[in-house]
């Protein structure tokens, strides 16, 4: 049992861009949060991140969208936003090419994964790993989850590949931490972008914390882009998250909506001690 | 309308330096390889947030294709809510699937 970490956390550009504009307060608190995620994952001697994203076409386009992939390189640049406008300076991450191909190889026993030797980073990725390895001392390895062009990958097969990531994380020596990012609801980067349906995303962590599978997995596209924005199917990197959790139940540690950020900004883990429970695998 | 051109080409864009150098020394060049109607040149050329908002661009792309030209994040909300009163609803894309919310859906910038 290898995964020795496993959370999920918001990774909107205004959090690193628009900063300044937020309300100070509401705003380092959930920035403390972020630093409560990264000391939790560095006493976990973690000795890779995933950092399971919904990027924004940085990658994939509509020419040969994959449902998933994952990063196979030795680094990774990032950010493909203008430094200024994001609040990040261009970055290389340290990757783990030979990590990623085991990885890789035991997902696709299950999941019909793509892979990328190269592999630009957005915000998606870029604010997360600002706040989590700020001296990109840690590999990383991207992974993605179609939650951008439809047709959008089912719900239940970003649950399978949660299980997949967390089946071949198991299968190799390395300590390793998963992170999954992503909005709930929101309508980011439309005339709408600072909307935020708190009572939805108060209802999708109630869930996410219970770890209730089928909870999780009783949303259709059309009421989520009507009641959370195109930004709530980013839920797939939450579900995919759960699913890797085995059943472990979760902790909400940061939840506030912050509309400058366009997102209800949220920082949440998994308790992964005693599970999955011996009898049950 | 070829909206999968016009959000090919600012995929181009927002990811490679060198498509980025060849669009601001001439765009109609950068332009010319991609299935786009006279509408979508212009656009993109302008370049018409707004238009492009409301032709169907996704937000993903088009922010950071507002970011490219320097555009102020508020100004960029204000581009998009101008384009969708000068030329009406999305026509097409994934702001299109279930209807637009409108300016008046927005609760604060």
Known sequence: MTLVYAGCASHAPGITGRADQADPETRDAFYAAYDGMRADIEAS??????????????????????SFAIGMADFYDGPIEDPAWLGIDRFRAPGNRDLSQRLISEVMQTVDVSYAEEWKIDHGIAVPLHFLTPRFDLPVIPANINCQGPPLTPLHRAWAFGEALRQAVDSVPEKIALVGTGGISHWPATPDSGKINEAWDRDFLDRWQRNDR???????????????????????????????????????????PIPIFAVGCTIASYDLEGFPAPDST | MSLYYVQKFLYHLNRDPAVQVAYREDPGAAL????????EVEALTV?????LYVLGVNGQILMHFAAFHQVAWADYLQQMRDGVAAYGPVREGVYAMTGFEGVEGAASP
């Open chain 2, 47 to 51: 370049p018409d947030i707004g238009l």
């Open chain 1, 214 to 256: 089928d909870a999780l997995l009783d949303y259709d596209d059309l009421s989520v882009y009507s009641e959370a924005g195109q930004g709530g199917f980013e839920i797939r990197t939450f579900i995919a998250t759960s699913a890797a959790a085995l059943g472990a139940p979760g902790t909400v540690h940061f939840y506030a």
């Open chain 2, 32 to 39: 010319a390889s991609y299935e786009l109607t006279d509408e």
């Open chain 1, 45 to 66: 001697g973690a000795e890779a991140l995933i950092v399971l994203a919904a990027e924004h076409f940085a990658n994939f386009f509509m020419d040969n969208m994959p």
